[in-house]
């Protein structure tokens, strides 16, 4: 069944005639298959090729009606053939379908020789990048592997159950039970019922029975894949684009899906809307909610998808409107399908994939997304959750232990089958955290190209560093399951360093301003800033030494009783507020005031000057009946203590 809700993510053909006494046969089943009506088309195609009329378009529509049904072992045996018979006319995508055919046959060594003949091919391509960086992928499925019970869904039966969702203490799933339906409202995808959406567990007075969501909800056609809001009374869902009554088709006669949202009152389903975003043109389904409901999660194939399904995401407003679709980006996206999202309560992203390196058919995949980072590390859960087959509609209670999923594996009851499953040993997603910053000189503040800038361990070993760029920026991403020790260095300079300890992954800015291991001065260089002191204040309208005002000027005696040659000039200014007449006073009085303190300390009268500049030599334009803050008048209120000798 998950076979027809992926009907809308399909490429289209181009129609290529055959022998002129199949044209008509061919043109019914190209026109089922551009309809995304494998079924029929499968049947159509195969009487053609019994008949001994063939070509590389009939193998191709052959091969992808049986791959987009996950039938996947006549898949391979088609696309075998076109690859014999056609190999001149076979386009890369196709070596990439015979590889998942194969891998769902355990024929893991044959897949992965087509996997590197599909890399040859491409360039660029996330699904080959992905496998070429990721050549022992089954050693790390391997690896992840083991770490869950799978248990029974009572409620399966010999049809399609899929798309779990929680609501209220119940689940809603999607299933075709409903054989009621006439055979006109079948879907001829594979000619089976269409699907609606069913409640278990969810209202007292249908505890423990599986009951039909009523006719708001559910129609003739598709309804499918849902999300409910914390306090049941929002449901979001996938329905294919039938509006009041009347089913909606693109240019291609293609009826699209689309996702809606009712309001849940007292059990009842009211203001049913298809969201903004929705298009005729494209697909937009599978909706999953952040854990604080101000982002919803979903898959289309819009313009900007990178594959044939890619997840996205929209921002809830608190008016409930919606900001634009943001696509996840090509770290989780690929060429192919990713699909059916699910995000837990710590910000964990499970959703299923055919274009990450699997077991076969759709896996089910995890990263870490807090802090709206999708660049993290993804991983495939492993068996017993991920088989050769698909596997999809993931979802999983953090605190409980407890979850469920859909397969198609052969093992089921009907053609998906629900499971339940308890995580035994929690799958550690490697925590990382992105740190940046710019490196200075802390006397100039001049930013230093090529400083290296190195992350080292608590057991002081060195994991990795990089060096600043031209803007004196650098950029690293460390592990934020541990502490780690963030280090700036370069030549002429004391190393500086901080400590991140152990965090839940937010990025951070770190900019270091390093100190000169040698400090050079010579005539008309200020001490202050060689000295980095701190701003020397007076009291308003006093010119006397205050207490805070001595520990920065200790700080030249120091300078001065080391090197006894040493001659300053002290200067002094004022900001513009105040008259011109009275600044230029107070303020000489404030530097001969600086002089006879530090001559009250042992330094030499000989040795110092004084002048005051009032509000002569502004550092900024903030003169007389200027609009400047506090602050920026702040700056012009300094002391400057110059070298003379």
Known sequence: MLKKIFFAFILLFIFSKNAIGQE?????????????????????????????????DLLKKLGNSYYFNANYKEASLIYERLMNEFAEEVTPDYYFRYSQTL??????????????KFSDLTSGDVRANTFDTKRDYRKEIKENSGRYTLGNFKYNSVYSEFAPSYYKKGLIFSSDRDTGNLAKYRHTWNSKDFLDIYKINADSISNSLVVK????????????????????????????????????????????????????EEGIFTEIEELPFNSDDYSVAHPALSPDEKTLFFVSDMPGSYGESDIFKVAINLDGTFGPPENLGNNINTEARETFPFITSEEILYFSSDGHPGLGGLDVFMTRIKN???????????????????????????????????SNRETGLGYDD????????????????????????????????????????????????????????????????????????????????????????????????????????????????????????????????????????????????????????????????GQDAYNLWLSQKRAASTVAYMISKGIAKERLQSEGFGETQLVNDCGNNSNCTATEHELNRRSEFIILE
């Not at 901080?498 to 000169?516: H, M, N, P, T």
């Open 213 to 264: 969501l009523d006719k708001k909800i559910n129609t003739r056609l598709h309804e499918s894949t849902t999300a409910v809001t914390k306090d049941g009374s929002i449901l979001y869902f996938t329905r294919n684009n039938f509006i009041d009554g009347k089913t909606i088709k693109d240019q291609q006669g293609v009826i699209r899906l689309k996702i809606f949202r009712a309001k849940i």
């Open 418 to 577: 629900i499971y339940s499953f308890t995580e035994n040993i929690p799958l550690i997603l490697e925590c990382q955290q992105i740190i940046s910053g710019t490196v200075r000189d802390k006397i100039s503040n001049q930013v230093l190209v090529g400083a290296t800038v190195k992350i080292i361990n608590e057991n002081n070993e060195e994991i990795l560093n990089t060096i600043t760029d031209s803007n004196g920026d650098y950029n690293l991403i460390m592990d934020c399951n541990k502490g780690n020790f963030v280090r700036a260095l370069t030549d002429g300079y004391v190393p500086a360093e901080v400590y991140i300890s152990k965090s839940d992954g937010e990025a951070q800015i770190i900019d270091f301003y390093l100190e000169r291991d040698t400090v050079t001065a010579g005539f008309g260089d200020d001490l202050s800033k060689l000295l980095q002191l701190s701003t020397i204040y007076f009291d308003l309208n006093k010119y006397n030494i205050r207490k805070d005002a001595e520990v920065e000027i200790q700080k030249v005696i120091a300078a001065m009783d080391k090197y006894p040659s040493l001659k300053l000039k002290v200067n002094s200014h004022t900001d513009s507020r």
């Open 103 to 116: 891998r769902s046959l355990d024929q893991y060594v044959e897949a992965d020789e087509l996997m590197r």
């Open 372 to 406: 709206k980072s999708y660049s993290g590390i993804i991983k495939n859960v492993g068996e017993p959750i991920n088989s050769n087959l698909d596997d999809f509609t993931f979802i999983f209670d953090e605190i409980e232990k407890t979850g469920y999923f859909a």
């Open 24 to 56: 008509k046969k061919l043109e019914k089943a190209n026109q089922k298959y551009n309809e995304y009506s494998f079924s029929p088309a499968i049947d159509i195609y195969k009487k053609v090729l019994d008949k001994g009329f063939v070509s590389a």
